[in-house]
């Protein structure tokens, strides 16, 4: 069965430090990726999604993902976090008509 | 355009009473979703549709039900409500594949006492 493994459960950072939180998966063909941002109180967003072509997406805020095929890996990536990217992040893999999620990582940021 | 409008958004409800959660979606996507989500458990699929008279059980069914008679409206029913189902629930759609992008509800937190 298709699993999602989101190897950070809690990141504290400082503002202006760089994230990358990890994201496995393992499934041997055709994905599609997804990276979700859930702010405190508030509903999933899309942050960034990949599907095909430039493995190094580009979503909102600064983020930005890659995906790299032979480690089943797409970590998100931001070069400068803000106390405003406080948040809970939940990787995501497709899977026929319905999505796989990781567990989701916490990202407490200190102004 | 409201997107995924999800009612109530608080719920307390005694154990053994019964309620409906409701899940209705203005942007005609034929694939809806329903997800639990407890702390540090992520999301898990309850139950969800391909389109109107089709569902289908996700990860998590037990204790609940479902009915997809139009497109736009997906509840969720709760009939025997039991402490083990507090928790935020969120309804989601996504147009007709799903590899596409889901938009998500803003979320029912149900507490049963």
């Known amino acids: 069965a298709q699993s999602v493994s989101q190897h950070n459960h809690h990141v504290i950072l400082s503002e202006a430090a760089s994230l990358e939180l990890g994201c496995n998966y393992s499934?041997?063909?055709?994905?599609?990726l997804f990276w979700y941002v859930q702010y405190p109180g508030q509903h999933l967003q899309l942050l960034l999604k990949?599907?095909?072509?430039d493995p190094l997406v580009k979503g909102i805020k600064g983020f930005e993902a890659e995906f790299i095929k032979s480690k089943f890996s797409f970590n998100l990536r931001k070069p400068s976090v803000q106390w405003s990217d406080t948040a809970e992040y939940f990787c995501?893999?497709?899977?026929?008509?319905?999505?796989?999620w990781g567990l989701g990582t916490s990202l407490a940021v200190n102004p | 355009n409201a997107g995924v409008t999800q009612t109530p958004k608080f719920r307390i409800l005694k154990i053994g009473q019964s309620m409906t959660l409701q899940c209705t979606q203005d942007?005609?996507?034929?694939?809806m979703y329903w997800y639990r989500q407890d702390p540090g458990m992520g999301l898990k699929l309850i139950y969800y549709?391909?389109?109107?008279?089709?569902?289908d059980k996700g990860e998590v069914p037990n204790g609940y039900n479902v009915s997809r008679s139009t497109t736009e409206d997906f509840p969720l029913r709760l009939e025997l409500a039991a402490p083990s189902q507090t928790s935020v629930y969120f309804c989601?759609?996504?147009?007709?594949?799903?590899?596409?992008?889901?938009?998500f509800g803003q979320g029912t937190r149900l507490t049963v006492v």
């Open positions: 995501a893999v497709n899977n026929q008509r319905k999505l796989i």
């Open positions: 499934y041997g063909g055709t994905v599609n």
């Open positions: 990949y599907f095909s072509g």
């Open positions: 942007m005609n996507h034929n694939y």
């Open positions: 549709s391909v389109g109107a008279g089709i569902t």
């Open positions: 989601a759609s996504n147009p007709d594949r799903a590899n596409t992008e889901a938009f």
